[in-house]
């Protein structure tokens, strides 16, 4: 039997328990994980590497991963919801990212700002 791939926008929620959640995620969830990883300093470590700040990395080494998943929620949210009012913080968040990268594609805040030198080496 063979498996044939199906496009996410097939999938489509009627059950109204699983819609409320649905609509809570996109009209508050979103937005509230936004501002938390703008108001923890995730996004400002993108903001220092693409001002060419060479220290100063905020929070755990991990925190790019926070500004990674949320944008795959949100663009999942836009993929069901082209509408959905967020699509501005999507696109900041990709200009965001876009800014930081390296001109050979990287992007690690915390080895682009504090362990200069040490990306794909062990920190142990």
Same mark, same amino acid.
């Given at each position: 039997?063979?498996?044939?791939?199906?496009?996410? %926008?097939?999938?489509?929620?009627? +059950?109204?328990?699983?819609?409320? !959640?649905? /609509? &809570?995620?996109?009209?508050?969830?979103?937005?509230?994980?936004?501002?938390?990883?703008?108001?923890?300093?995730?996004?400002?470590?993108?903001?220092?590497?693409?001002?060419?700040?060479?220290?100063?990395? %905020?929070?755990?080494?991990?925190? +790019?991963?926070?500004?990674?998943? !949320?944008? /795959? &929620?949100?663009?999942?949210?836009?993929?069901?919801?082209?509408?959905?009012q967020g699509r501005h913080l999507v696109d900041k968040a990709i200009k965001c990212i876009a800014n930081a990268q390296d001109g050979d594609g990287y992007v690690g805040t915390p080895?682009?700002?504090?362990?200069?030198?040490?990306?794909?080496? &062990?920190?142990?």
């Amino acid at each position: 039997m063979k498996r044939q791939l199906m496009p996410m %926008t097939s999938v489509i929620l009627h +059950d109204p328990f699983w819609l409320a !959640w649905q /609509e &809570a995620f996109a009209n508050k969830g979103l937005q509230h994980q936004y501002e938390q990883c703008v108001e923890s300093g995730r996004f400002e470590n993108f903001e220092r590497v693409a001002r060419g700040e060479a220290s100063g990395h %905020t929070g755990y080494c991990f925190n +790019d991963s926070d500004v990674y998943k !949320w944008l /795959e &929620a949100a663009s999942y949210c836009l993929a069901s919801r082209p509408d959905w009012q967020g699509r501005h913080l999507v696109d900041k968040a990709i200009k965001c990212i876009a800014n930081a990268q390296d001109g050979d594609g990287y992007v690690g805040t915390p080895f682009q700002l504090d362990y200069l030198g040490k990306r794909w080496k &062990a920190l142990t």
